[in-house]
Antibody, heavy 122, light 107 residues
Framework: EVQLLESGGGLVQPGGSLRLSCAAFGFTFSTYAMNWVRQAPGKGLEWVSSVTYSGDSTNYADSVKGRFTIFRDNSKNTLYLQMNSLRAEDTAIYYC???????????????WGQGTLVTVSS | DIQMTQSPSSVSASVGDRVTITCRASQGISRRLAWYQQKLGEAPKLLIYYASSLQSGVPSRFSGSGSGTDFTLTISSLQPEDLATYYCQQADSFPLTFGGGTKVEIK
C-alpha cells in the first residue's frame, strides 16, 4: 500500500525557514518523480515543485523560485522541501504527491500524503 | 504558462443526476490532463488521468473525455458521497497548473 507521510510543518515568522519531509512507503521510490502541492486556507490547489526520479532535475513555481529547494534521498525513500525567506502568502497545507501513474518522470499525482500545515506569521 | 479554466465554479444536483464539469486549457495539451476529487478536510484523490483513463478503484460512474484544449468530467449518476470539489490539472509542461475547482453540492 502506497503511503506518503509528511512532517516538518509548523509556525514560523516571516523571513524564517522550514524543511518539510515526506517519507514514502509501499512503492519503489527511486523510480518515480515526486512533487509538492500546496493549498492556502479556503483556496484551490497550487503546484509548488517537482523533482525527477533520479533527482537530477527540478522545477518550481515562480512564486517560490529562488526561495524553495526540492530534493530527495533515494536511499532513505524521502522527499524534502527546504523553504527559506518565508512569507505570509506561503501559509498553506503542503502535500507531497507521487508522480505517475507510470514509473519514470510523469507528473500526474496518483497518491497524496495527508498534508502538513505551514503557518507564516509574526 | 498554461491557464486552466474550469466551469461551472459550483453545481447543485440531485442524487441520480448526470453532472458535467468542463476544463479548458489556454493552449493545446494533447491528452495530458487529470481530474482530482477533494472532499472536505481530506487530501485530493486522482480520478482520471490522460483525459479518460480511470484510476484504479474509482467508480465507473466517473468518466473523462476531450483532447487538445477542451475536456469534460462526467458523473453519470450522482451519489451522496460525490459531495466534493473537483480540480483539473495539466501535465503537459511546467509550471504544472490546476483549474480553480468546481464544488459539487447535493440538492
Amino acid at each position: 500500500e502506497v503511503q506518503l507521510l509528511e512532517s516538518g510543518g509548523g509556525l514560523v515568522q516571516p523571513g524564517g525557514s522550514l524543511r518539510l519531509s515526506c517519507a514514502a512507503f509501499g512503492f519503489t521510490f527511486s523510480t518515480y518523480a515526486m512533487n509538492w502541492v500546496r493549498q492556502a486556507p479556503g483556496k484551490g490547489l497550487e503546484w509548488v515543485s517537482s523533482v525527477t526520479y533520479s533527482g537530477d532535475s527540478t522545477n518550481y513555481a515562480d512564486s517560490v523560485k529562488g526561495r524553495f529547494t526540492i530534493f530527495r534521498d533515494n536511499s532513505k525513500n524521502t522527499l524534502y522541501l527546504q523553504m527559506n525567506s518565508l512569507r505570509a502568502e506561503d501559509t498553506a497545507i503542503y502535500y507531497c504527491a507521487k508522480g505517475g501513474p507510470e514509473s519514470g518522470n510523469y507528473y500526474f499525482h496518483d497518491f497524496w500524503g495527508q498534508g502538513t500545515l505551514v503557518t507564516v506569521s509574526s | 504558462d498554461i491557464q486552466m479554466t474550469q466551469s461551472p465554479s459550483s453545481v447543485s444536483a440531485s442524487v441520480g443526476d448526470r453532472v458535467t464539469i468542463t476544463c479548458r486549457a489556454s493552449q493545446g495539451i494533447s491528452r495530458r490532463l487529470a481530474w482530482y476529487q477533494q472532499k472536505l478536510g481530506e487530501a485530493p484523490k486522482l480520478l482520471i488521468y490522460y483525459a479518460s483513463s480511470l484510476q484504479s478503484g474509482v467508480p465507473s460512474r466517473f468518466s473523462g473525455s476531450g483532447s487538445g484544449t477542451d475536456f469534460t468530467l462526467t458523473i453519470s449518476s450522482l451519489q451522496p458521497e460525490d459531495l466534493a470539489t473537483y480540480y483539473c490539472q495539466q501535465a503537459d509542461s511546467f509550471p504544472l497548473t490546476f483549474g480553480g475547482g468546481t464544488k459539487v453540492e447535493i440538492k
